[in-house]
């Protein structure tokens, strides 16, 4: 006792909270693209273009350019006119096949598969 108060020890059961360092490993950032809602702003707009070039002048790969494919673009026309057009109706074909499936996608799934995807061949 000391000047007539009565102090007494005792402890705490509070303990801080148990933090671990752990950190959970974030994705990277192509897994996690933002939600588009409108697929004119990201590239739609360039469905019809491609998909009606490809079908009338397919042999010559402008639908690939329209897309911003200048490897694929430039293969097909480089087969069509070094074959002095022998090989321009196997070209046309793959034009013709590549216009009707831009045009039967949807926009956001066209957006996703040739725009964001970058895929170049059918």
Same mark, same amino acid.
């Given at each position: 006792?000391?000047?007539?108060?009565?102090?007494?020890?005792?402890?705490?059961?509070?303990?801080? *909270?148990?933090?671990?360092?752990?950190?959970?490993? %974030? *994705?990277?950032? !192509?897994?996690?693209? *933002? %939600? #588009?809602?409108?697929?004119? $702003?990201?590239?739609?707009?360039? $469905?019809?273009?491609?998909?009606?070039?490809?079908?009338?002048?397919?042999?010559?790969?402008?639908?690939?350019?329209?897309?911003?494919?200048?490897?694929?673009?430039?293969?097909?026309?480089?087969?069509? #006119?070094?074959?002095?057009?022998?090989?321009?109706?196997?070209?046309?074909?793959?034009?013709?096949?590549?216009?009707?499936? !831009?045009?039967?996608?949807?926009?956001?799934?066209?957006?996703?598969?040739?725009? %964001?995807?970058?895929?170049?061949?059918?």
């Amino acid at each position: 006792m000391i000047s007539g108060k009565q102090t007494t020890a005792y402890q705490s059961d509070y303990q801080p *909270p148990f933090e671990s360092a752990y950190q959970p490993i %974030q *994705p990277p950032a !192509y897994y996690a693209q *933002p %939600q #588009l809602d409108d697929w004119q $702003k990201a590239g739609a707009d360039k $469905k019809i273009i491609a998909g009606i070039l490809g079908i009338v002048v397919g042999a010559f790969g402008i639908h690939k350019f329209v897309l911003g494919y200048q490897r694929e673009g430039l293969i097909m026309l480089l087969v069509s #006119l070094l074959s002095c057009g022998t090989l321009a109706g196997v070209m046309h074909v793959i034009g013709i096949v590549e216009g009707i499936m !831009y045009l039967t996608k949807s926009d956001e799934e066209f957006v996703r598969t040739y725009v %964001q995807g970058r895929k170049g061949w059918f």
